[in-house]
């Protein structure tokens, strides 16, 4: 008699101690895929009368995007900027023009391989997400954004193989401030008289 109480206590640790190791990681797991920032990129390419439009696909957030949020929290007047602008660039030259490798886009990046061209956002906007329907702007504040930027005639004409999101002390100076997401991709030519036009879309 006296050794059943002892087997029961040990059963007892043991369910108790593999639900609290289960719900750890249930609750780590959720709480990161919720809490992710996602972003998708769209390209609309307009040349000699034709308009092309391309869904570049999703990129990858930088380690120092959680670092320039918790400056910001800290205190919105140290950096410069949430986000600033977008850059292109053209990637590596050995890369692989039609795949380039997906080792080179890591969340340690802090700058694009090869930086050709940046610009500020012609226009950020709330968009709301209806669960049937087109996304549609709203003045009312969402977790999505926006960020539109236009490359015209005569900018950025070049070949294209990556592509970031530049926040913080970021200025139109080149590798200059925090990069926040990164994307690379297979080549993209922007022609002389084109217009590209990307939209970066941010799901916080």
Not at 137 to 165: H, Q
Request: glycine share 8%.
């Amino acid at each position: 008699m006296s050794g059943e109480p002892l087997v029961y206590r040990e059963n007892v640790n043991n369910v108790t101690s593999n639900m609290s190791i289960s719900n750890s990681c249930m609750f780590q797991d959720s709480f990161s895929n919720k809490y992710l920032i996602k972003g998708e990129i769209f390209l609309k390419k307009e040349f000699n009368g034709t308009v092309e439009e391309i869904d570049i696909g999703k990129n990858l957030v930088t380690l120092d995007a959680s670092v320039l949020l918790a400056r910001l929290m800290k205190n919105n007047e140290e950096p410069d900027h949430g986000l600033f602008a977008l850059a292109i660039g053209s990637g590596d030259p050995a890369w692989d023009p039609r795949n380039p490798p997906s080792s080179a886009a890591v969340n340690t990046k802090t700058e694009l391989v090869n930086e050709i061209a940046r610009k500020e956002f012609s226009k950020v906007s709330f968009i709301k997400i209806p669960t049937d329907g087109s996304p549609y702007e709203t003045d009312t504040p969402t977790n999505v954004l926006d960020l539109t930027t236009t490359f015209g005639p005569g900018e950025a004409e070049d070949y294209w193989m990556e592509m970031g999101l530049y926040g913080g002390d970021a200025t139109l100076v080149k590798d200059s401030g925090t990069l926040v997401t990164y994307k690379n991709f297979g080549l993209v030519t922007k022609n002389p008289g084109s217009t590209y036009t990307i939209t970066y879309r941010l799901t916080f």
